[in-house]
């Protein structure tokens, strides 16, 4: 007769200890900051008003500008005028086995995650709601969710060209699921100036969100114009109106940065007491930020991202040689409709008029009849078509104007783009593209802050992070200060494992910027990975009284407590989290409920596990919990599930062997329990009760064979 081992609940390995947030799915909080008290420039008089205050004398105006793509750049989902089809099969993400369905019920658009067992059967579900719909429906139309004010993209986008669904843009590459922040740097160029709680990753007053971009995007704040105009006053007749910006008023520069203050795209460095909703139309761009891209983006003559419009316009011979801007080509206040190429086409006529010697067009025939030589469509001559090397699934047109452009280059070639080359010691080629001249020290920690920002959200290549660190130094040690230049070298420090370093850091610059919550959070972080437990207390509930809606610093106090001790605030902290952000931070579930467990409180403890999977079915910290759970109830089918489930999750998370191999053994079945002890030693040679079970079957399998009679 095969022996059973016996084992008390919470043994070995049963009880798995707190989760730090620490997972791929959810995103730290960013190093680009706002500005801290300290550093903000005073509040101009003028206010926002909103479009509607534009609508009453603007009539026709306000009418047209909204079936543009801008007025339309965020918007409701319309059952009746939405161009999505639904009938399609499910989109499968083959690298995370998801499998993504948008439907509607009502006049609601929803996406369903699920996952399909062996047999076809449903294992897993999940369904959010979009609340609005981004992108005018030109291009792309993607979705974003909210909780409580706090905004996320959705994993599937309807590619409008291709009449598809597909993952969102850069979700093939990282699924994140539901769990892309909205940044105030994304809700800024895709809509109207929304209310953002600063410091937060991706918190927003969600009850005011404007609708599309609106018109003092372009104009400035409004406040000051309609007061005056609703009294009866005005400037004298043929003086302009000082009251709002007219764009036509303004100089070719000025003009053009209005346009690029979202058509120029790359790492922006804001400058000091900015945000990125403090720019007013009329200001020079550069004073406000500084923009990085990569060299290659500048030499390349085939690539181009969808948001690269003003770079490649100013590299065109008609830019150079002119006095052209955006408005020549567009009307921001009309829709692009059928007119648009005929317009376009008058536009390119009223310069390159034919002359004796020179015909407006290369082709044949041009000189003696120009209308019939011609395509009738210059642009697909000299303005390259394709797709971008950011966006899936669409065709944008490269502005950069050339009488013989290159072929279009497939997406598929674009992969590279933007990837900084580390050769040796060769110096990141990121090249300053606005036009401010910052003192040397200032330019030094502008470009350390913009190359951490690209390590950060395009290439984490670690080669990157030593010039971060030396440029960072330079810039402050030569007297220029900023919080997001002491932040960048504090969190590029840590990047490097150099704790100690990265905490005398961010602890100067939390002295130097006491109220900035991410300086503080990160002082926090620096401490907490050093077991600084008890001293990381401090800063980090200074980041959260600085901004309750900065979940994340809730979550690395409540590590925090717990790693002191203090089980009791910990629990608090936790709670507090998921209260305010129930639907971003399935470790704070799991580590409730680990609190509960300890408590023997398991019940409560099984839901809030249960609550944690609902949001990220692959937490094996999860999926072991809740399998002790039914360990300590005695349901071991269960229980041996959920720790088959860690295993297939994360085959180097080792306690559900441990786990599995004692309920093995208990059931007699003693190679299994051995085989999986000894792929528990191949993950951790170091565990000492894995040895230790190992040792106990060994001398139960010699008693049993002793004790086996002779035949």
Same mark, same amino acid.
Request: hydrophobic share 30%.
């Given at each position: 007769?095969?022996?059973?081992?016996?084992?008390? /609940?919470?043994?070995?390995?049963?009880?798995?200890?707190?989760?730090?947030?620490?997972?791929?799915?959810?995103?730290?909080?960013?190093?680009?900051?706002?500005?801290?008290?300290?550093?903000?420039?005073?509040?101009?008089?003028?206010?926002?008003?909103?479009?509607?205050?534009?609508?009453?004398?603007?009539?026709?105006?306000?009418?047209?500008?909204?079936?543009?793509?801008?007025?339309?750049?965020? %918007?409701?989902?319309?059952?009746?005028?939405?161009?999505?089809?639904?009938?399609?099969?499910?989109?499968?993400?083959?690298?995370?086995?998801?499998?993504?369905?948008?439907?509607?019920?009502?006049?609601?658009?929803?996406?369903?995650?699920? #996952?399909?067992?062996?047999?076809?059967?449903?294992?897993?579900?999940?369904?959010?709601?979009?609340?609005?719909?981004?992108?005018?429906?030109?291009?792309?139309?993607?979705?974003?969710?909210?909780?409580?004010?706090?905004?996320?993209?959705?994993?599937?986008?309807?590619?409008?060209? #291709?009449?598809?669904?597909?993952?969102?843009?850069?979700?093939?590459?990282?699924?994140?699921?539901?769990?892309?922040?909205?940044? @105030?740097?994304?809700?800024?160029?895709?809509?109207?100036?929304?209310?953002?709680?600063?410091?937060?990753?991706?918190?927003?007053?969600?009850?005011?969100?404007?609708?599309?971009?609106?018109?003092?995007?372009?104009?400035?704040?409004? +406040?000051?114009? /309609?007061?005056?105009?609703?009294?009866?006053?005005?400037?004298?007749?043929?003086?302009?109106?000082?009251?709002?910006?007219?764009?036509?008023?303004?100089?070719?520069?000025?003009?053009?940065?209005?346009?690029?203050?979202?058509?120029?795209?790359?790492?922006?460095?804001?400058?000091?007491? @900015?945000?990125?909703?403090?720019?007013?139309?009329?200001?020079?761009?550069?004073?406000?930020?500084?923009?990085?891209?990569?060299?290659?983006?500048?030499?390349?003559?085939?690539?181009?991202?969808?948001?690269?419009?003003?770079?490649?316009?100013?590299?065109?011979?008609?830019?150079k040689h002119s006095d052209m801007t955006c408005t020549t080509c567009h009307d921001p206040h009309e829709p692009v409709g059928e007119q648009a190429l005929k317009?376009?086409?008058?536009?390119?006529?009223?310069?390159?008029?034919?002359?004796?010697?020179?015909?407006?067009?290369?082709?044949?025939?041009?000189?003696?009849?120009?209308?019939?030589?011609?395509?009738?469509?210059?642009?697909?001559?000299?303005?390259?078509?394709?797709?971008?090397?950011?966006?899936?699934?669409?065709?944008?047109?490269?502005?950069?104007?050339?009488?013989?452009?290159?072929?279009?280059?497939?997406?598929?070639?674009?992969?590279?783009?933007? /990837?900084?080359?580390?050769?040796?010691?060769?110096?990141?080629?990121?090249? #300053?593209?606005?036009?401010?001249?910052?003192?040397?020290?200032?330019?030094?920690?502008?470009?350390?802050?913009?190359?951490?920002?690209?390590?950060?959200?395009?290439?984490?290549?670690?080669?990157?992070?030593? @010039?971060? %660190?030396?440029?960072?130094?330079?810039?402050?040690?030569?007297?220029?200060?900023? +919080?997001?230049?002491?932040?960048?070298?504090?969190?590029?420090?840590?990047?490097?494992?150099?704790?100690?370093?990265?905490?005398?850091?961010?602890?100067?610059?939390?002295?130097?910027?006491?109220?900035?919550?991410?300086?503080?959070?990160?002082?926090?972080?620096?401490?907490?990975?050093?077991?600084?437990?008890?001293?990381?207390?401090?800063?980090?509930?200074?980041?959260?009284?600085?901004?309750?809606?900065?979940?994340?610093?809730?979550?690395?106090?409540? @590590?925090?407590? +717990?790693?002191?001790?203090?089980?009791?605030?910990?629990? #608090?902290?936790?709670?507090? /989290?998921?209260?305010?952000?129930?639907?971003?931070?399935?470790?704070?579930?799991?580590?409730?409920?680990?609190?509960?467990?300890?408590?023997?409180?398991?019940?409560?403890?099984?839901?809030?596990?249960?609550?944690?999977?609902?949001?990220?079915?692959?937490?094996?910290?999860?999926?072991?919990?809740?399998?002790?759970?039914?360990?300590?109830?005695?349901?071991?089918?269960?229980?041996?599930?959920?720790?088959?489930?860690?295993?297939?999750?994360?085959?180097?998370?080792?306690?559900?062997?441990?786990?599995?191999?004692?309920?093995?053994?208990?059931?007699?079945?003693?190679?299994?329990?051995?085989?999986?002890?000894?792929?528990?030693?191949?993950?951790?040679?170091?565990?000492?009760?894995?040895?230790?079970?190992?040792?106990?079957?060994?001398?139960?399998?010699?008693?049993?064979?002793?004790?086996?009679?002779?035949?």
């Open positions: 007769m095969r022996q059973r081992m016996r084992f008390a /609940v919470l043994g070995v390995f049963v009880a798995v200890g707190l989760l730090a947030a620490t997972g791929c799915q959810r995103q730290e909080p960013s190093g680009e900051a706002q500005a801290t008290a300290s550093e903000a420039k005073s509040t101009p008089e003028k206010q926002y008003v909103g479009d509607a205050s534009c609508a009453s004398c603007h009539s026709e105006t306000y009418e047209s500008y909204h079936k543009t793509g801008m007025g339309r750049s965020l %918007t409701r989902f319309d059952a009746q005028s939405a161009p999505e089809q639904f009938a399609s099969e499910a989109v499968y993400h083959e690298a995370s086995d998801f499998y993504y369905k948008a439907f509607t019920r009502g006049d609601t658009l929803y996406q369903r995650e699920f #996952r399909l067992g062996s047999e076809g059967d449903t294992t897993y579900k999940r369904t959010e709601k979009a609340r609005w719909v981004v992108g005018s429906g030109n291009a792309t139309r993607s979705y974003l969710t909210e909780t409580n004010g706090y905004v996320m993209e959705m994993p599937l986008t309807w590619y409008v060209e #291709r009449e598809k669904w597909d993952m969102s843009p850069g979700y093939k590459q990282v699924n994140q699921r539901f769990s892309r922040s909205i940044n @105030e740097e994304c809700m800024t160029c895709h809509n109207g100036y929304a209310e953002f709680s600063t410091f937060s990753q991706n918190h927003f007053k969600t009850g005011d969100m404007p609708l599309g971009i609106t018109c003092e995007r372009c104009h400035g704040p409004g +406040s000051e114009h /309609v007061e005056r105009r609703l009294a009866g006053l005005g400037p004298p007749e043929g003086e302009p109106d000082t009251t709002i910006v007219n764009p036509a008023n303004l100089s070719r520069s000025r003009r053009l940065d209005v346009c690029q203050q979202c058509h120029l795209t790359g790492q922006t460095v804001l400058k000091p007491g @900015e945000t990125m909703q403090s720019f007013r139309p009329g200001e020079d761009l550069s004073a406000h930020r500084a923009v990085f891209v990569p060299q290659r983006n500048l030499e390349d003559p085939r690539r181009f991202g969808i948001a690269s419009h003003a770079l490649r316009l100013e590299k065109s011979a008609c830019f317009q376009f086409n008058e536009t390119c006529k009223s310069c390159h008029t034919p002359s004796a010697d020179q015909p407006v067009c290369g082709r044949p025939g041009a000189h003696e009849d120009m209308d019939a030589a011609m395509t009738g469509n210059c642009v697909s001559c000299h303005m390259q078509k394709g797709g971008t090397s950011d966006i899936p699934h669409v065709t944008f047109t490269d502005h950069w104007i050339r009488r013989d452009p290159p072929e279009n280059v497939a997406a598929s070639e674009r992969a590279g783009q933007g /990837v900084i080359e580390e050769v040796g010691n060769r110096k990141l080629d990121l090249v #300053r593209v606005t036009d401010d001249a910052p003192g040397q020290a200032q330019a030094k920690l502008e470009r350390a802050v913009a190359y951490f920002k690209f390590y950060e959200t395009k290439h984490r290549r670690p080669g990157y992070l030593p @010039e971060v %660190t030396r440029k960072a130094r330079e810039g402050l040690q030569g007297g220029a200060e900023t +919080s997001k230049g002491r932040l960048t070298l504090g969190r590029a420090l840590l990047e490097q494992d150099s704790l100690r370093a990265a905490e005398r850091v961010l602890q100067a610059a939390a002295k130097a910027h006491p109220d900035h919550a991410r300086i503080q959070y990160w002082l926090g972080v620096a401490r907490l990975r050093q077991g600084q437990n008890k001293a990381a207390v401090g800063p980090l509930k200074e980041a959260w009284n600085a901004q309750s809606a900065l979940t994340e610093a809730g979550m690395k106090l409540g @590590e925090a407590l +717990s790693g002191a001790g203090r089980t009791q605030p910990a629990l #608090r902290a936790y709670r507090e /989290v998921v209260r305010r952000n129930p639907a971003q931070h399935p470790e704070a579930w799991n580590n409730l409920g680990f609190i509960y467990l300890q408590q023997r409180d398991l019940d409560k403890a099984l839901n809030h596990f249960q609550r944690a999977l609902a949001l990220r079915p692959d937490l094996a910290q999860a999926l072991v919990n809740a399998g002790t759970v039914h360990l300590m109830r005695r349901e071991m089918a269960e229980a041996r599930r959920y720790f088959e489930r860690s295993i297939e999750a994360d085959p180097d998370y080792t306690p559900a062997y441990g786990n599995l191999a004692m309920i093995y053994a208990r059931t007699g079945k003693t190679g299994e329990a051995r085989r999986l002890l000894q792929e528990l030693l191949k993950r951790n040679p170091n565990d000492r009760r894995a040895r230790s079970l190992l040792q106990r079957l060994d001398r139960m399998e010699s008693s049993s064979s002793a004790n086996a009679p002779n035949r």
